[in-house]
């Protein structure tokens, strides 16, 4: 399997380390043409303002569009979540708009700005999922095919997934918990 990992800006590299433990073949992805024979793309965590404009630079924005329509499997963590995401409060860089979800952007105040706390990811199984925030959005509803797969305590949704789309508000690549990367390998491999 061949995953590409969105290298404009942001935590490409531990995504990239992450797949390599999984030993799947992972590949940084600047330009469109690396786009080509993908088996499945992660879009980092970093600023989705400055990742948004450096895809839209690269043309790689239309590129991922299509192939997410066409059924890639894509996995969004964070700002990679802000820009799969149909509808976003405060975003002045056009989205992917490819999941029918709505976020808030930067979604804690400044005291809880970065935090960790333990999870329930059911599709995961029972043990808690290490969820680690940073600066994070929040799904504030998810409609249509999108489902909401996990909310911390106040009901706010972290997780999301629509067909091979998945989301996460947190960030998996920096924990040593791989079941979310496995979680996404497994709908990109078809047995999820
Ligand atoms: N606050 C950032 C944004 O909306 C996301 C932060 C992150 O990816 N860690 O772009």
Do not use: W
């Amino acid at each position: 399997m061949r995953i590409g990992v969105l290298a404009s800006q942001g935590a490409f590299a531990e995504h990239i380390a992450i797949l390599r433990q999984l030993e799947v073949e992972a590949l940084p992805v600047r330009l469109a043409r690396e786009l080509a024979g993908l088996d499945g793309l992660i879009i980092p965590g970093g600023e989705s303002t400055s990742i948004g404009r450096l895809m839209l630079t690269y043309q790689l924005t239309a590129e991922v569009k299509k192939l997410a329509r066409g059924g890639l499997p894509i996995l969004g963590t964070c700002a990679g979540m802000v820009l799969l995401a149909s509808r976003i409060s405060d975003l002045d860089v056009e989205p992917l708009g490819v999941m029918d979800i709505t976020i808030s952007r930067n979604a804690f105040g400044r005291q809880r700005e970065s935090f960790e706390t333990e999870l329930s990811i059911p599709v995961l199984g029972e043990k808690p999922f290490p969820g680690v925030f940073i600066r994070a959005p929040i799904i504030k509803e998810a409609n249509g095919r999108a489902e909401i797969l996990a909310r911390l305590a106040d009901g706010s949704g972290v997780a999301a997934r629509q067909d091979k789309l998945l989301a996460a508000a947190f960030h998996p690549e920096l924990t040593s918990d791989l079941r979310f990367h496995q979680y996404f390998l497994d709908i990109a491999a078809g047995r999820k």
